[in-house]
């Protein structure tokens, strides 16, 4: 099993889950979370003072996927998250190394 964490622009969340859900892919995690890349933020004036945001405000989803299904999963996420600008995201996949369904007991890929 693998996770992937998906870190977008929070306009491309209903965009990423509905492509997601076209695929079969239906459970996620979503947050809010704020960082930077080579965006290093961004100046914004309130009251007229100028000021630097350092974080820039983006989303986290997390799925867990079979192994075979990876691949089309980050496809997937990739090419709906995509605007083609900076600050796009960044798509992450680590090992899982055990699922348990809290309810039912049922483990591995049968958890998912």
């Known amino acids: 099993m693998k996770k992937i ?21 239906y459970g996620m995690t979503v947050t809010e979370v704020n960082g930077y890349g080579r965006q290093k933020g961004h100046k914004e004036i309130y009251r007229g003072a ?5 974080f820039v405000p983006k989303i986290k989803v997390e799925i ?19 605007s083609g600008k900076i600050g796009d995201g960044k798509i992450f996949v680590l090992s899982v190394e055990q699922a348990i369904r809290v309810r039912t007991g049922e483990t591995g890929n049968e958890a998912l």
Do not use: C, H, Q
Request: hydrophobic share 40%; no cysteine; net charge negative.
């Open 50 to 54: 100028e000021y630097v945001v350092d």
């Open 64 to 82: 867990v996927v079979n192994d075979d299904r990876t691949e089309e999963a980050v496809t997937t996420i990739r090419d709906a998250a995509n």
């Open 5 to 25: 964490e998906a870190i977008i622009k929070p306009f491309k969340l209903d965009d990423v889950k509905e492509a997601l859900s076209e695929i079969g892919i």
